[in-house]
């Protein structure tokens, strides 16, 4: 068990002082706009001739930075930078590693509203949204040192007559980390992190869409004094280098996030033995979701329909946990609905920059805008399109919070993940066929149970196959130490992010047995 770890407070953003803060920090990171970010290899930053260019999805005219371009020949020599660095780092003591990195997360708390303004640009978060990013980000730092701690000195096995024994982790080598752009600085700092609190390297590959917020990660890292090579920065095109680096004969691990298809590519790729490579790759593979609020008979329709919005529109749906499908009891199926569409009608949608009541901001690019728009043009056609369906890429990419009811289970809607604002109601006779429909997906990430039933919720307990599963309450807003998160299914391989046994998946088990 982790002890001692407290989890970052959301700031208050009713806190007139805080209201300030932000601001100035928001003024801070536009000055910094056009900025050029490098490569960094072995702590040396490296510009190069090819680039490309990070925009704000709510003003795609506006350009925040321009990005270097990693090569393979860049890949390789990160590569030669992390061997390197790896002989020496995986000798640290994991106290001395842990406090190192707890040195970095107070730099991130000092900077926290930079951080959280960049993400109000870059990924278009809304200010608790981008708050809540930066604070899991040090929660992540935060409970995988302590995690570290624990394990530093193994876990016990037996002695007997004329034998000590000893059961010990080790690191494994260099890897890579692939995050995504959904919780850019979160994600991307927890699954850089653990690795290197373990004693491993990292080759870090940000998600292309949020480069500048992954290199503020890079600048604090050096600020803390981390040693060279121990993370290096190499962005670029997933086509160009993303089979590459995960091919690579000296790549020990994978630590990815992001959608099935990739995922399950990396998965397979990974598991071929490179010439020239001497052991097997570790693939840690989180990715999709088609997450479901349960809705049973009998219980505040209030409750559920606030709920269903929270999970469907929080940061436009765009949460591997966010809640695409709302499986509603017959009996209470009109009333939640109806109290649904009000209170989606409700939300505010613009540039979040505006303040922090914006509720909701665009969705991430162009792809992802043409992706969501296709699927509520699929989706009117499957069943009835009750609010939102507008959209608008004129200036920014603005998807409104879209309710599509009265259809199937078997609707091309409910069941391909969407990730934008969209959640599809169906209903149901019994809570058999209310379960039932919940496990009808390929995926099995977050799910959440309405009911003042307690053998229902039993029965959801048992049956109802999801990594992390919620009674009366929404399905996202997993917190570190609390709601260790991961999926079942092709949710993922389950690694279980902020648990007591993550920092596992970046380590080696070894037995040192004495004859005396
Ligand atoms: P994505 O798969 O398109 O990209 C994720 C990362 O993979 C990016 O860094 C991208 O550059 C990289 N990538 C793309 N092709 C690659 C390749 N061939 N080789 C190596 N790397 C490659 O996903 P996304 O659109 O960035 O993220 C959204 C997805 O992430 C959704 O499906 C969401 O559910 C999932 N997600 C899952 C979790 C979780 O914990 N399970 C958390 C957040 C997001």
Known sequence: MVVEFHNEPATDFTDQENQQAF??????????????????????????????????????????????????????QAMEAAKEAYKTWRKWTPKERAELLIRVSAIIRRRKHELSALMVYEAGKPWNEADGDTNEGIDFIEYYARSMMELAHGKQVFDREGEHNQYIYKPMGPGVTIPPWNFPFAIM????????????????????????????????????????????????????????LVDHKDTHFVTFTGSRATGTRIFERAAKVQEGQNFLKRVIA????????????????????????DSAFGFSGQKCSACSRAIVHKDVYDE?????????????????????????????????????????????????????????????????????????????????????????????????????????TDYGLTGAVITNNREHWRQACEDYDVGNLYLNRGCTSAVV????????????????????????????????????
């Open 23 to 76: 601001k100035d920090a928001l003024k801070k990171v536009k000055a910094e706009f056009g900025k050029e970010i490098p490569l960094v290899i072995n702590g040396e930053k490296i510009f190069t001739d090819d680039k490309y260019e990070s925009v704000d999805p709510a003003n795609h005219q506006q350009v925040l930075g321009t990005i270097s371009k990693a090569s393979k020949e860049q890949v390789d």
């Open 286 to 309: 989180e990715m999709g979701g088609k997450d479901a609020i349960v809705v049973d008979e009998n219980i505040d329709t209030d409750l559920a329909a606030q709920a269903i919005v």
């Open 336 to 440: 939640v609905l109806e109290k649904s569409i009000k209170l989606t009608k409700e939300l505010s949608i613009k540039h979040t920059e505006g303040g922090s009541d914006v509720y909701m901001g665009p969705v991430i690019n162009q792809k992802q805008f043409d992706k969501i728009k296709n699927y509520i043009e699929i989706g009117s056609k499957e069943g009835k399109l009750e609010v939102g369906g507008k959209t608008d890429d004129s200036k920014g990419f603005f998807v409104h919070p879209t309710i599509i009811s009265d259809l199937k289970s078997s609707d091309q809607i409910m069941q391909e993940e969407i990730f934008g604002p969209v959640v599809g109601f169906t209903k149901c006779d019994n809570f058999e066929e209310l379960l039932e429909v919940a496990n009808d």
């Open 481 to 516: 130490g609390y709601h260790p998160f991961g999926g079942f299914k092709m949710s993922g391989t389950d690694a279980k992010t902020g648990s007591p046994d993550y920092m596992l998946n970046f380590l080696e088990q070894k037995i040192l047995s004495e004859q005396f």
């Open 189 to 244: 700092t927890g699954t850089t992190v653990a690795p290197i609190i373990a004693g491993n390297t990292v080759l870090l590959k940000p998600a292309e869409d949020t480069p500048l917020i992954a290199y503020k990660l890079i600048e604090i890292l050096e600020e803390a004094g981390l040693p060279k090579g121990v993370v290096n920065f190499v962005p670029g095109d997933p086509k160009e280098i993303g089979d590459y």
